[in-house]
């Protein structure tokens, strides 16, 4: 994508209801609509959504494909797509305007920084979408499943809330299954290693992201780990 088509996006998403963003590493405020400040920790239902409906996470949502599905599969339930990346974020976020879909929100920021814009107990669901498996020697702490960022997840989540990880890399995913299996406060609910070998018994497991459809177009097998914390 060239630099003017970025900057253009980047001018764009001011103008979206639906995305809020900090890109200032050195700072936490989160930039909303008109460039606004928008404190949203604790207030996504009465600041936001204006209602008091489950919020559901998707975590490196790229594109927004789950977070849009979903959000037009259950209309009584809250999601918000999370992502470091603008120009995906932007793209998610004009498909969820056009798509009328008032219950698809964006948030542009490193997940590592997650804690700062979700109180204990705001968020009812998380979904980790096809994540960067990080296969580099002494990167693997910057996988979304590893324990600095389970810890994370426990403690912006309802007591019981689950998380659902799909990815397509066979070591992430058994490095999922391990990691989610040492912290003892976490239980592994299911675990698939090739979820389309028989029929879904999940509906929500139906929907694509960009690169599931890459993935699969590569034959390789898509896995899926679903978790609870105690
Ligand atoms: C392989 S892509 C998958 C995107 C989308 N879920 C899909 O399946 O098409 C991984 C995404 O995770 C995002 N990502 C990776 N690490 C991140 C982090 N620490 N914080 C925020 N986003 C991150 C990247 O920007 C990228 O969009």
Redesign the pocket.
Known sequence: MSRRNKLQKFAEVFNFPNVYQSFDLDKTELLGPNREVFELKGNWHKTHFKNENPITLEL????G??TNLLASMYPERNFIG????GA?IWLGAKNAIEQKLTNAAYLR????RINYYFEKGEVDEIWI????PFLKKGKSN?R?TARRFLESYREILKPGGIVHLKTDNDVLFEFSEESVKDYEHAEILYSNWDIYSKPLIFKELEGK????NMHLAKGITIKYLRFQFK
């Open positions: 490196a949502c790229g594109r494909e789950y999370v992502d470091i990346k995906r920021t490193k997940i590592e979408t096809f994540p960067d910057r979304l992201t960009y690169y599931e």
